[in-house]
């Protein structure tokens, strides 16, 4: 079992989760407007809907593996390559992190927990990113490649769950902080940059 590769995962897992995304910055204005118990809801929602992409993932790509190297190479290229593709479109976007709580409607926890799993669920993007992101972090050439893919998936969520429910709880400070520091918005865009960068690199070098 490689721990160098699982912990390679983790600080991956753990810089994209802080960086700004539709899901984090979601997460920080439901705690802004509801309160931080809402926002922790929120993040529930969501982390539970991880689990049916990484069980989508983890059957359709572990078959792939079993049947062909040449497809599992293809598989790994796409995920490069995808990765690639969100860099540009975060260097394209705007630095500026807009934070309009206005418009947004107050809901109860059991609400704002389906709606975050039905966000994600419902979001096919988020399956993309999963083939594109796991398949370069398989860490055991003993257990099977099912058995990772949900290891890598809980880890996964496991990460998500701790950061984003810091983003819930230090709502106020970090959206105040924001708003007194425009050049945030400049740092973590290119800490996304970055990080989908080295991703598309690890996995491209990384071994069956």
Do not use: R
């Amino acid at each position: 079992m490689n721990y160098d590769l699982l912990l390679s995962f983790i600080l991956a897992t753990s810089a994209l989760a802080i960086s700004p995304g539709p899901d984090n910055i979601y997460v920080l204005m439901q705690s802004l407007v509801n309160g931080k118990k809402y926002g922790i809801a929120t993040v529930c929602g969501l982390i539970t809907g991880c689990l049916v992409h990484t069980t989508l993932v983890a059957f359709g790509v572990s078959a792939i593996i079993k049947q062909n190297d040449s497809l599992f190479f293809i598989i790994k290229l796409f995920g490069a390559l995808y990765l690639l593709y969100l860099a540009f479109n975060v260097y394209k976007s705007d630095a500026e992190l807009s934070l309009n709580s206005s418009n947004i409607p107050k809901k109860s926890t059991t609400q704002l927990f389906k709606q975050g799993f039905i966000m994600n669920v419902l979001n096919p993007k988020v399956s993309i990113f999963f083939l594109a992101f796991f398949p370069g972090f398989l860490f055991s050439t003993t257990l099977n490649t099912i058995t990772q893919f949900y290891v890598l998936g809980f880890i996964f969520m496991i990460v998500s769950f701790i950061i984003f429910s810091i983003i819930a709880v230090l709502s106020g400070l970090i959206s105040e902080y924001i708003k007194k520091h425009k050049n945030v918005g400049f740092i973590l865009k290119w800490l996304q940059i970055i990080v989908f960068v080295g991703i598309a690199i690890f996995i491209l070098l990384s071994e069956k």
